[in-house]
């Protein structure tokens, strides 16, 4: 998928409605976290690092919410569970290039203490 593409693609919030969440929810969830992260990729060729920290950390911050919204449909929930780890790894991958672990493990451990407190499964 080109930069240009997804950039278009790309859109502000995780999409939650599907007419059939148990089936749709993996490859919507998937989608949207593939999208950003190659936004976020422009964003590195482009030596921009502020753009592509805040696509990351936006990304991890949806799909975040989505995971602990109870209104939110179980089958999108537990599909952001499940593929948190994505934009983890991506902010993990960045924070490292720059010197700024402590911002991740900051995160990590947001991630970590909700994804027990909002345990969809």
């Known amino acids: 998928m080109s930069s240009n593409y997804a950039q278009h693609r790309y859109h502000q919030e995780l999409s939650c409605h599907c ?47 989505k995971m602990c919204d109870p209104l939110i449909h179980n089958a999108i929930r537990k599909q952001c569970l499940e593929q948190l780890y994505k934009p983890l790894l991506a902010l993990k991958r960045f924070y490292k290039v720059h010197n700024n672990t402590a911002q991740f493990l900051i995160l990590e451990r947001e991630a970590r203490i909700l994804s027990h407190e909002f345990n969809p499964f």
Do not use: C, S, W
């Open 19 to 65: 007419l059939r969440p148990g089936m749709h929810a993996p490859m919507l969830v998937a989608d949207y976290i593939e999208t950003a992260l190659n936004v976020a990729k422009k964003f590195e060729q482009q030596r921009n690092p502020l753009l592509q920290e805040f696509y990351l950390r936006r990304t991890h911050h949806e799909i975040m919410n």
